[in-house]
């Protein structure tokens, strides 16, 4: 249970710093989400890059989100 309950809070943590620093990784031209779930919600790197914000960005967030909510409710379950 310790080394799920690290490796889902690992997780949950890097989600969490990854989501915190779009914008301030964007200024520097650095993307770390996923291309692929880029292309899933319809962001574009330029639109990461320039600072926009969409309906497709807000969704991406979101999805990003929930994902680290759920890595945080496994750590703690472990």
Do not use: K, W
């Not at 692929?36 to 969704?59: I, K, M, Y």
């Not at 990003?64 to 496994?74: I, K």
Request: glycine letters at 6%.
């Amino acid at each position: 249970d310790v080394d799920r309950y690290a490796h889902e809070l690992g997780l949950a943590f890097q989600l969490t710093n990854i989501i915190r620093d779009v914008g301030e990784d964007a200024r520097r031209d650095r993307i770390y989400l996923p291309q692929d779930e880029l292309a899933r919600f319809g962001v574009a790197e330029s639109d990461l890059l320039g600072g926009r914000d969409s309906p497709a960005f807000q969704a991406l967030m979101q999805f990003q989100y929930e994902r680290a909510c759920t890595h945080y409710a496994a750590a703690f379950a472990a």
